[in-house]
């Protein structure tokens, strides 16, 4: 996202209330922690889990994720602006966050108590209507709304994550910027031709999924595609835009089926779908 894009969503953002978040990933270093800068701490079950939270604070440019407590601090600072406090620690794991790069979040799905599956949902064309309320959950941006988006905030990436307890997997990827990524784009906002998979998007590193590395075998009825031949609606984003067909789903829009590299109906607290533009 250049200049001119970054004003854009930041003007799009003041308008909707939707937060935009800037985030690069770097790579993890095993056995270090920056320490007395974190300004919160939080329970993660993994480290993928602790690098997705930090995503989502504007302020937090690292993470310190101690293993043997499943503790993860997000910090204010950086190795590189607080060299003297960053040490060995040999049950600790460090990354950063260059907050570069917007990513406007806008659909979610979080079970935040047995009674969430019965949340009700929310369908529009009307992204400020959607996205106003991206805290909520089951609010679904249909097709003509999502190309009004895209349209008017000029977005050319698509990032979907999921995690559920059960199996216990991270699915995390985001569309690549080249030919293929911006197929799946169009595919999204208003082409019926289901887009080739593999070489389209890319895996973040808290993705530890059997879909994401298998996407050869992603499509129904064509291999190596994104998409589903009987979901060409408007509510293809949330309905199997992923699918290797009786293996695994990314699914959030039905009232019983929320797949996230499974074909599971269980679900646990905590259980997460979200998706993102920028």
Same mark, same amino acid.
């Given at each position: 996202?250049?200049q ?9 953002s ?10 690069e ?24 889990r ?10 937090c440019?690292s ?9 993860c ?10 060299p003297?406090d960053? +040490?060995?620690n040999?049950?600790?794991? @460090?990354?950063? #966050? *260059?907050?570069? =790069?917007?990513w ?14 019965k949340d ?9 209507t ?5 805290h909520?959950?089951?609010q ?6 999502f190309k ?13 994550y ?8 991270v ?9 293929k ?9 208003e ?21 994401? +590395?298998?996407c050869?075998?992603?499509? @129904?009825k064509n #291999? *190596?595609?994104? =998409?589903?031949?009987s979901?060409?609606n408007?509510?293809?984003?949330f309905?199997k ?19 996230c ?8 607290l ?9």
């Amino acid at each position: 996202m250049d200049q001119n894009d970054q004003s854009l969503a930041t003007s799009l953002s003041s308008q909707t209330g939707i937060r935009v978040v800037y985030v690069e990933t770097t790579e993890k270093e095993f056995g270090y922690a920056l320490v007395g800068h974190d300004f919160r701490t939080v329970h993660a079950d993994n480290f993928g889990r602790c690098f997705f939270e930090c995503s989502l604070e504007e302020r937090c440019q690292s993470v310190t994720y101690l293993w043997n407590g499943k503790e993860c601090k997000m910090n204010k600072e950086t190795k590189k602006s607080r060299p003297e406090d960053f +040490v060995e620690n040999p049950a600790a794991t @460090y990354m950063e #966050n *260059n907050f570069r =790069g917007g990513w406007t979040h806008i659909s979610r799905f979080i079970m935040k108590d047995q009674n969430s599956m019965k949340d009700q949902s929310s369908t529009s064309n009307s992204y400020r209507t959607i996205l106003s309320n991206y805290h909520s959950n089951k609010q679904y941006l249909l097709r003509n709304g999502f190309k009004q988006l895209k349209d008017d905030m000029g977005f050319t990436q698509i990032r979907f994550y999921c995690f559920k307890k059960k199996p216990g997997r991270v699915f995390h990827i985001m569309t690549n910027k080249n030919t293929k990524g911006a197929d799946v784009v169009k595919f999204f906002t208003e082409s019926d031709t289901m887009p080739t998979a593999c070489g389209s998007f890319t895996r973040l590193p808290d993705d530890n999924s059997s879909l994401a +590395v298998n996407c050869d075998k992603w499509g @129904y009825k064509n #291999n *190596n595609r994104w =998409g589903h031949q009987s979901y060409l609606n408007d509510k293809r984003l949330f309905s199997k835009p992923i699918v290797w067909q009786s293996n695994r789903y990314y699914q959030f829009s039905r009232s019983k089926s929320y797949s996230c590299d499974d074909i599971s109906e269980d679900m646990s607290l905590g259980d997460t779908w979200q998706i993102f533009v920028r």
